[in-house]
């Protein structure tokens, strides 16, 4: 294993832990995408990484995503009050000592209906679900389907069209991790490996259709249905795994 490339992104991803722990706290009806985003930028230098966003292979506009109700990824922050009741993902990549770390989590502002609840509870089980099959040895397709059956235990529409991937000196390395796959099928995991398992789902039909939106980067759901995002930063170990972006 590369352990300078192990020991920066484990740090990282316990900075990346406690920019989202300082984020759910801070979230609160009122505020604006750009006030939230301003908040975020502050923390990650305040813990001394950098914007990943900000490159300019990237050249994103916001330190992260924000996307808000029917907007499932790549949400601008917007100068717009977030309301009680809005489901909020936030999707957020940092670089520390020439590494990235990449995360996702999805709430509610306020109290959340049987609905919302349901849609959150089992997407983020469905990441839950894929992390427990990384060990060396593993098929990607183990991951995907595991994660996949358990969308679609929830009945959520299960989202194809974008998918998890590699990660470290760069924010997206090959291979792609889907969240739907055949057992036994796909790259085979090595010790050292280190990737992001990403479900995505909606509260709409199954293969759920997604828009891009004008500003070239929103990705919404066509249908209007809510949408929801869990992402961990996962570390390839000899007898299984590490998360590394949990505190």
């Known amino acids: ?3 300078k490339k192990i020991s920066a992104m484990r740090e990282g991803g316990k900075i990346m832990a406690q920019i989202f722990a300082d984020l759910r706290e801070f979230t ?3 505020l604006t995408g750009k006030e939230i985003d301003k908040f975020v930028e502050s923390k990650i230098l305040e813990y001394g990484a ?3 966003y900000y490159e300019p292979d990237v050249d994103f506009p916001g330190s992260i995503c924000i996307s808000v ?3 499932l990824i790549h949400g601008i922050p917007k100068d717009i009050e977030i309301e009680e009741g809005d489901k909020v993902s936030y999707d957020l990549v940092i670089k520390y000592k020439g590494y990235y770390t990449d995360s996702a989590f999805t709430m509610i502002v306020g109290k959340p209906s049987a609905a919302q609840k349901h849609l959150l509870s089992f997407t983020e089980s469905a990441l839950y679900e894929g992390i427990a099959q990384v060990r060396p040895g593993a098929k990607l397709g183990d991951i ?3 994660v996949e059956k358990q969308l679609e235990k929830g009945k959520l ?3 194809r069209n974008y998918v ?3 990660i470290g000196e760069k924010m997206h390395l090959e291979p792609e991790v889907p969240n739907y796959g055949k057992k036994g099928h796909g790259y085979t995991l090595q010790v050292g490996d280190t990737l992001c398992i990403e479900p995505m789902s909606s509260l709409g039909k199954p293969d759920t259709v ?3 939106g004008d500003d070239g980067w929103t990705v919404c759901l066509r249908d209007g249905s809510l949408g929801c995002h869990f992402e961990h930063t996962i570390l390839v170990t000899e007898d299984g795994y590490e998360i590394l972006t949990q505190a």
Do not use: C, L, T
């Open 50 to 52: 950098s914007v990943a």
């Open 1 to 3: 294993m590369n352990e």
């Open 157 to 159: 529409g299960v989202i």
């Open 28 to 30: 609160k009806p009122g």
């Open 210 to 212: 997604v828009v891009q």
């Open 144 to 146: 995907g389907y595991a």
């Open 164 to 166: 998890g991937h590699f």
């Open 69 to 71: 109700n029917d907007e």
